[in-house]
């Protein structure tokens, strides 16, 4: 999704290049989402807005961990985001904290040097997949998780009313040589058995200095796309959830006959995948290739609450596999958005996580618990190093047919989108209870953890939830019985929407 520049300037942003910019602080509060924080800069936010955020952050940190206010501080690969860290930085320090400065990182990196360093907190500097003029920050105090809705309330009030304790005693160490722990780590003790040709498309973000050499590393011949380091993003903007860059990637997988093509994100905890016809595979239903790959390895047994966890916009695949049943896997659908995945990966102890935007999560063996798009990719090339007679496109093929739709949003006011939400949940949650049918179809179930997301008993389902970050719902259905099915849950759902005069226009339909 798009992340434009603002058509209006606030009334209230003091002016680039005047002396009010430089003395006031600036923070708009719409930049604090629920588990991330992102602004335009400097047209919502400026330096010393940065600053009071570190001093706000700095003095959670220090309330929670007196004894130990260590914090992991890293950048991506923007021009002005060394300027925003250090901003963030005296914020920090102001509140106490010792900082761990490791530089130029991918988010993944700045969560592994918790580990690395033995530092409870983490502030790494990123807007992510957002376009050039966006900064933000992502943030934790209890590896391996970020943060979620509560304490991302407890920061905007400590931001906007200026509610820091500012006790001073804070330190700066500059730590060289966290990439190469890094990757040490990610590759230790593997080796691919057989070469297998990759095109690795980094968009000119980060990961470009990260997921190449970690590829070789493993074994496998490594075909660069864009992965040299520009912050003006050139070609196209590093998501892998935009279909432009992916085309480019699909395209370059074909034209070198490659065994598979990889897509990182700007900070680097999601990857894309390309098979070797060029055909985009999306996150979920990759998730359920790899699943079924991790569950003959490691039996259900081992995993008493869910071997695996998948948001609700994820295909049904992941509940009604019969590859994954025969392993005895359960799967356990849960909110959309890679914070609370992350949470529920842990708080259930299950194997591994996916959410359908691409952010995967490994628990040990396989990883620390956290979103790594380089482990992601490293995963994938494992998988098919374990299946040498069969291509990616014939692991995708074996998997059950399904015809699902794109993520379609509805326009809803922010104001009024939870209360729509709201109504719409008790409604399919009444049929359910009152036993009735929907397209001549018993319910089989209904999710609630995240909008609704309804099942018929031919597995067809249909999702209607608030988005995070935008005004608008979130719309996805899919059916394993044909698109017509698909197309007729659709309807149903549009119906149901229709009697509400706050959502608007689709930004597409299928």
């Known amino acids: 999704m798009a992340h434009p520049k603002p058509t ?13 910019f430089e003395r006031d602080i600036w923070v708009k509060e719409a930049g604090f989402r629920e588990y991330d924080a992102r602004w335009l800069y400097p047209e919502q936010i400026n330096l010393r807005g940065i600053q009071s955020l570190g001093m706000a952050l700095g003095s959670m940190v220090k309330s929670r961990y007196s004894d130990k206010p260590s914090i992991v501080v890293g950048h991506d690969y923007r021009a002005y985001s060394a300027h925003i860290k250090m901003a963030l930085i005296t914020g920090l320090m102001a509140a106490g904290c010792d900082v761990k400065d490791i530089g130029l990182a991918l988010s993944p990196v700045a969560y592994f040097a918790q580990f690395a360093l033995d530092c409870l907190s983490v502030a790494m500097v990123t807007a992510s997949h957002n376009e050039n003029g966006w900064t933000g920050v992502k943030m934790g105090m209890e590896r391996p998780l970020t943060f979620g809705p509560e304490l991302m309330s407890e920061l905007k ?15 700066y160490e500059v730590i060289e040589g966290m990439k190469d722990r890094y990757l040490d780590d990610l590759t230790r003790n593997v080796k691919l058995a057989h070469r297998l040709k990759v095109v690795a498309a980094c968009g000119n973000g980060t990961a470009g200095a990260y997921a190449p050499e970690a590829l070789r590393r493993i074994g496998c011949e490594v075909i660069e796309l864009d992965c040299d380091l520009d ?13 432009e860059m992916l085309h480019v990637l699909s395209r370059k997988v074909k034209e070198t006959g490659a065994d598979v093509g990889l897509a990182f994100d700007g900070d680097g905890d999601r990857c894309g995948v390309v098979d070797n016809t060029g055909e985009e595979i999306f996150a979920d239903k990759m998730g ?11 039996p259900g047994a081992d995993f008493p609450h869910a071997q695996f966890v998948a948001d609700v916009k994820s295909t049904g695949l ?69 299946h040498p007679g069969q291509s990616l496109a014939d692991l995708k093929n074996a ?22 939400v709201e109504r719409v ?26 909008g609704v997301r309804v099942t018929l008993a031919d597995g067809t389902w249909g999702l209607i939830r608030a988005s995070s970050n935008v005004p608008s719902l979130v719309v996805v259905v899919e059916s394993p019985v044909s698109e017509a099915q698909t197309r ?21 339909k299928f």
């Open 8 to 20: 209006e300037i606030d009334p209230r942003a003091p002016k680039p290049n005047s002396e009010s």
């Open 157 to 171: 009030e400590r931001t906007i009313n200026q509610n820091w304790t500012l006790c001073g005693g804070g330190s």
């Open 231 to 243: 912050h003006s993003f050139p070609h196209y903007n590093p998501n892998p959830e935009d279909m």
């Open 288 to 298: 359920v290739i790899l699943a079924r790959d991790l569950a003959a390895q490691y």
């Open 318 to 386: 992941f509940a009604s596999d019969p590859v994954l049943k025969s392993f005895g896997a359960k799967t356990d659908y849960w909110k959309t958005g890679h914070s609370y995945l992350k949470r529920r990966v842990n708080e259930l102890g299950a194997l591994a996580g996916f959410e359908k935007s691409g952010h995967y999560f490994f628990n040990a063996p396989i990883g620390k618990g956290y979103d790594d798009g380089v482990l992601s990719a490293i995963t994938v090339c494992r998988l098919l190093d374990r």
């Open 399 to 420: 998997l059950p047919k399904t015809w699902g739709s794109p993520t379609m949003a509805p326009f809803c006011p922010d104001d009024k989108k939870y209360r729509v």
């Open 425 to 450: 949940t008790a409604h399919y949650q009444s049929l359910y209870d009152r036993g009735e049918k929907i397209l001549g179809q018993s319910i089989e179930n209904v999710v609630t953890v995240n």
């Open 488 to 508: 007729a849950m659709f309807a149903e759902l549009d119906a149901t929407l229709s009697q509400f005069p706050e959502v608007g226009e689709y930004n597409q």
